[in-house]
């Protein structure tokens, strides 16, 4: 898919199935494959739930943040 707006290093790929703890289902999510962010989508954009590996605090900021699909 594209690059990750978190991290910025890893790949973003669409997991089918896996339902995220607290989240509604959804038929998919994004992950990242570097810091293991998460997004679901939210109309035509994606929200990010989560990051699996926060070293920097800065990273933060992102949560509950909703990207449109080009980003």
Not at 9 to 17: A, F, K, Q
Not at 28 to 39: D, N, P, Q, W
Not at 52 to 63: C, Q, S
């Amino acid at each position: 898919m594209s690059m990750c707006p978190v991290c910025r290093t890893g790949i973003l790929n669409r997991v089918v199935g896996k339902q995220l703890f607290g989240i509604p289902h959804t038929d998919f999510s994004i992950e990242c494959t570097y810091c293991g962010a998460k997004f679901i989508p939210v109309g035509p954009a994606y929200r990010l739930v989560s990051i699996a590996t926060i070293r920097d605090p800065l990273w933060k900021k992102h949560l509950d943040k909703t990207y449109p699909a080009d980003t």
